[in-house]
C-alpha cells in the first residue's frame, strides 16, 4: 500500500515512474511540520530497525547517529562524516510496523536516526517542497519490493562486466594498459577489464584521447577486444575551458552550461583546471552531452565510469578571488592577532563550497532553479544522459555504465562504485554493510574501491578484500595515485589472487543468475540476514554476514591477522571453502554459533540448508566459462533454477532464459 503526499510545489525529479495518485489527507505516521521548512517526526519503539539510505556511512541499522544526503566530494569517509557521494532518501522502518518512507526531495536533507534523541527519528529539508512516498508492508523487504516496482526496474550491465577490474589512477600511455594486461595473463590470474583513469585523456578533457600515447585509439580497442579485455574510460562532468576543444565550444554556442545569476557560465577548476557544468538538468544540454559518448563507443568502447559528479568543485573563480583577497589581508594581520584555525578553514572551504553551489542555475526546460535547490540530482542527470543517449548510439545492447554520484532513479541509468574509501580494514567491512542498504534503494550493479583507493594497501588486506568482491557485482580493484601498487601479481606469491579471483569466475554463472533474477524482480541481491529469518532475533542484529541471492550465506574476514571469524548460523548450513589448490572443502554446520577457520587463500561461503548453487570450471574471462558444463554444490536433492542469457541483448524477460537443475 503506498500513499503520496504532495508538499508545496516540489521539482519533478523522476525518481519515481509510476502514476501513483495524491492522497490529500495528513499522513498518519508521524508529525509534520512545515513551520520552518519541512520536517516529519517519528517515534521509534526500542527495537525498531531502521533500514535504508543506500550509500551511507555506519551500519545496515541506520539507528543511532544522523545522515545527510548532501552529494558530497569527501575522500575521508571517517566514521562520523554525515554526507558521502549520494543520496538515497529512502529508509525503512521495521518492527512494531513495517513501513517504508521515500523523502523526494532533491536537496540537502538530514535524517537523524535517534541521534539527537535515541527513540526519535526526525527527517528534514530546508525547503518545503517535496513529495513523501509513505509504503506500508508485511515485512520490510514487502515494503522495499513494493518501493522498487515504482521506481522502475534496476540497470542491468553486460555480463563481462561481472568479471575482474583492475584499474589505477595513473595508468597513461598504451604500454602501462599493455604491462597490466600482461601482468594479469602471465600469470593466469582471472581479467576482463582494464579502467582508465583520467591520464588517457588530453589534459583531462572529456571525450579525448592523448593522441601521443594512443597513436590509434581504434586500433589499440581492438588490440585489447583481441585479447578479451575490455578498456573502460571515465568521463568526468567539468569541460575544460579551451578555445578550439569542440566540447566546450559546441557548450558554450549552444547554451547547454550551467549559469551564474546573470548569464555567464559558470566556472570552477576541477582536474582539466577551469571547467564549465554541462546543464544535464535541461533536456536539450543532456542530448548534447549523452550524444558525446558516442566519440568513445565509436572507437569500440562499451563501458564507462562516471566521476566528480556530485558535481566536485576544487574551487570557483569566485572562491579563488576571496580567498586571494583574504589571503592578502592576512599577510598584512600582526601574526598574535590571527585565531589559530582561520588560515586552515579559509584555504579549506574554498572546496566544494555551499556559496559555489548557490551560485549557479539550471534551466530545467524553462524553469530557472538554483544549483543547491537541485544539487543531488546532477550525477543522476550525467549518467542518465549516458544511458538515455546508449539507447539511440546501440539500441537493443548494454553498456557498462556506473558512477560516484547518486540518487534514486539513477538505479535505472547505471550502478554506482562507493567512491574514494582507505586501504583500511574498516572501510572492507564498511563495503559489507553497504551493500544491503544499496541494493534497497534500487541500486545493484555495485561495489567499492577492492583493496582501498587511498593509502597503502597490504597483501592481506587486498586478499581478504577481494574475497569479499568476489561476490559483489562489480569487483574491480582501484587505487589512487601515489599510492602503492595494488595490482594483484605486484604481490608475493601472485597464485593466491590467482585462486580468489578464479572462485569469482567460478561463481559467475551463479552471481548473474542470481543478479538477474534481483533486477527482474525488484529484489535484493544482498539481504541482511534478518530479511531471510525474520523470526529469529539473534539474525536481525547481525551485520557482517549477507545473504546473497536466495541460496548463499557470505561470510567475509575483516580483520588483520585473524585466523578466522565467528559466523552465525540461523539454521543448519553447508559450510564451504574453496582450496588454494582448486579442491572444496565442505561440512553440514549446525545453527548456531561457530569458528570457522579461513586462510588468507581461501573464500569461504554458506550453502543454505536444502539448497545448491552452479559452479562452472575455472576460466580467466567471463566468455571463457562453460555454462554447459556445470556442476551443483550444496544439499543433494535441491534444485536450482539458473538464469542465463547472451549478456548483451536487452530481451531480459524470455521465458528460454530460465533453466532448472537438480541435484
Ligand atoms: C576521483 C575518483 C577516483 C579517481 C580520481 C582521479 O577521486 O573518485 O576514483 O581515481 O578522481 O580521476
Known sequence: MIKKYIFGAPIETEAVITTIPECKDIPEAGIISLDNGFSWTYTMADDDIVYGLGEANRGINKRGYIYVNNCNDEPLHTED??????????????????????????????????YSYQDTLTVCCEGSDLTLYIIDGTSALDVIRQFRKIIGRSYIPPKFAFGFGQSRWGYKTEKDFKDVVEGYRSRHIPLDMVYMDIDYMEDYKDFTVNPQNFPDFEAFVKDMKASKIHLVPIIDAGVKIEDGYSIYEEGKAGGYFCKREDGSDFAATVWPGRTHFPDVLNTEARQWFGSKYKVLTDAGIDGFWNDMNEPAIFYSDEGMDDLQAFLKDFAAMDPEEIPQFLLNDKVNGIKNSPRDYAAFYHDMDGIKVRHDKVHNLYGYYMTRAAGEAFDRICPGRRVLMFSRSSYIGMHRYGGVWTGDNKSWWSHLLLNIKMMPSLNMCGFLYTGADLGGFSGNTTRDLLLRWLAFGVFTPLMRDHSALGTREQECYRFERPEDFRHVISVRYRLIPYLYSEFMKAALNDDLYFKPLAFAYPDDPMATSIEDQLILGNEVMVTPVYTQNAPGRYVYLPEEMLFVKFMPDGSIFSEIMAAGHHYIQVALNEVPLFVRKGHCIPLAAPAETVDAIDTRNLELLGYEGATYTLYDDDGVSKDYDLAGHYKTYAK
Do not use: C, Q
Request: charged content about 20%; glycine content about 8%.
Open 81 to 114: 562524516l554525515e554526507s558521502l557521494y549520494a543520496a538515497h532518501n529512502f529508509i525503512v522502518l521495521s518492527g512494531r510496523r513495517n513501513m517504508g518512507l521515500f523523502f523526494d526531495y532533491p536537496a540537502k536533507i538530514t535524517f537523524d536516526i535517534g
